[in-house]
């Protein structure tokens, strides 16, 4: 059996590197070189895990050049997966309810956000997403097509006096769609 990264970490650098494709890979890291060996690192292999999870790797390096690092940390702080993060000088742990403390450790990570997960079955090998979901401009413009369709058949069933506040509501819902695509364009 080898050593390997928990596939939740996996999917974490997938999608960093989805959302920021010209990122800077120099400071990445995960598993641990001789000097991490020799001491308690959480990118050592956990030889002593069972089953499977034999030889995982509980922590990744992530360059913080050509990403928005501190938007990832704190969206790593809310992840249920995180153990802790040390990034610029300071330590977020799950222990402090991911204060910012002053990180005393020998290496300040000024480079890279340094992301350790929690021992446990879920944290290593959950690959629910990590970030949220960006809607595309496609999808955008699809929704208000479709919003303004929903309108129109509200429209059409609306009577009497309802039809003009509704007539007005299509109108307003008109030009916030067509501001909206032409900022999309
Ligand atoms: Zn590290």
Redesign the pocket.
């Known amino acids: 059996m080898s050593y390997f990264l928990a596939p939740s970490l996996v999917k974490l650098r997938d999608e960093v590197n989805q959302k920021w494709p010209k990122r800077d890979k120099t400071s990445d ?1 995960w598993i641990g070189d001789p000097s991490h060996a020799a001491r308690k690192s959480d ?1 050592n292999p956990d030889w002593a895990a069972p089953g499977s999870r034999r030889g995982v790797v509980r ?1 990744v ?1 992530i360059d913080r050049d050509g990403i928005r690092p501190f938007a990832l940390l704190k969206r790593l702080k809310k992840d249920s997966r995180v153990y802790y993060i040390i990034f610029n000088g300071h330590i977020y742990s799950r222990s402090t309810g991911f204060k910012k403390v002053k990180y005393s450790g020998a290496n300040a990570h000024t480079t890279h956000l ?1 992301v350790s997960i929690l021992g446990t079955d879920f944290a290593e090998n959950s690959v629910r997403p990590w970030l949220p979901t960006f809607v595309t401009v496609e999808t955008r413009g699809a929704r208000v097509d479709k919003a303004l369709v929903l309108l129109e058949q509200a429209l059409a069933i609306a009577k009497g006096g309802r039809r003009r506040k509704l007539a007005r509501a299509v109108r307003e819902a008109e030009s916030i769609a067509v501001k909206q695509k032409r900022k999309q364009v």
Do not use: C, S
């Open positions: 890291g990118h922590a390096d340094h």
